[in-house]
């Protein structure tokens, strides 16, 4: 009785870690690193891009596969083109991609808004009455200091997230940038952070996720309909945006989950 006991634990242990492996395998094949736009509430996904490894680097995103990208070189009037264009897919390995071999780089050259690149996320359906938009990305701030805009479907802001150079960087702002400010989220330009946005468009929740660590906005949210994401500089320089990478801890935790389940299955038939 007891050889079989320890027989039958140690195939279930293999058991187990096949599991690991395979559950592990699998996932990453089949969920390679993404820029996600979700309603939360109604758990629709609203944009959904690869991280740019179906796209050529050197050129502007190709269509993802919910929602749409808009890249635009130039905001503001007096629009001209830039060389080289400042928003482009690329596969530079330097600083080098978060998930996979593509991300994307938004170069600002100058303070001229003609090389004021601007890269817009629409949203396949707006987030609209209290449902929640989850926004999630891979972002490095490099040299560069982010402007990610939230707003309607027409570019009206609703809220405004900036993450700067500089100690406190991540802030957090209404869409008139008159209410709020800094937060106490990490920031750095010299690694990818894994950003999540979650906003309702009544304005009964605004919070921002760097890396595990969240902050709530101080002030009273705008309210409105949730049609894209703007991702614009502010001063001169770089920075990046990817995919963001499925975390391995759960990865391990869900073929643990199933290595258990079996294994409670396993005794109640014996
Ligand atoms: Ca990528
Ligand atoms: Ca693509």
Not at 155 to 163: D, K
């Amino acid at each position: 009785m007891k050889g079989k006991t320890a027989m039958t634990l140690r195939s279930l242990t293999l058991l187990v870690l096949a599991q690991v492996v395979a559950v592990g395998w699998g996932y990453r094949e089949s969920a390679a690193g993404s820029i996600t736009g979700r309603n939360a509430t109604t758990n629709t996904v609203v944009f959904s891009d690869n991280g740019f490894e179906d796209d050529t680097a050197g050129s502007p995103p190709n269509a993802p596969a919910t929602g749409s990208w808009t890249a635009i070189q130039g905001i503001g009037t007096g629009v001209d083109v830039a060389t080289p264009f400042p928003a482009l897919v690329t596969n530079d390995v330097s600083p080098g991609p978060n998930d996979g071999l593509n991300y994307f780089i938004v170069n600002r050259p100058s303070n001229n808004n003609s090389q004021r690149p601007l890269l817009i996320a629409n949203l396949a359906s707006p987030v609209t009455g209290s449902d929640i938009l989850a926004f999630s990305f891979a972002f490095q701030r490099g040299t560069g200091s982010l402007q990610m805009i939230l707003a309607d479907s027409v570019g009206n802001a609703i809220a405004n997230v900036t993450s700067n150079t500089g100690a406190g960087a991540w802030n957090l702002f209404n869409g008139a940038f008159s209410v709020g400010g800094a937060t106490a989220l990490p920031n750095s330009g010299s690694f990818w952070q894994d950003v999540t946005l979650r906003y309702a468009a009544d304005g009964s929740l605004y919070e921002l996720t760097v890396d595990g660590q969240t902050a709530l906005f101080s002030g009273t949210p705008t309210s409105g309909p949730l049609g894209r994401i703007e991702f614009r500089t502010n001063g001169i320089g770089s920075w990046y945006i990817d995919g963001i990478v499925p975390e391995p801890s759960s990865i391990v935790l869900l073929g643990l989950g199933i290595g258990g389940v079996m294994l409670r299955s396993r005794r109640r038939m014996s």
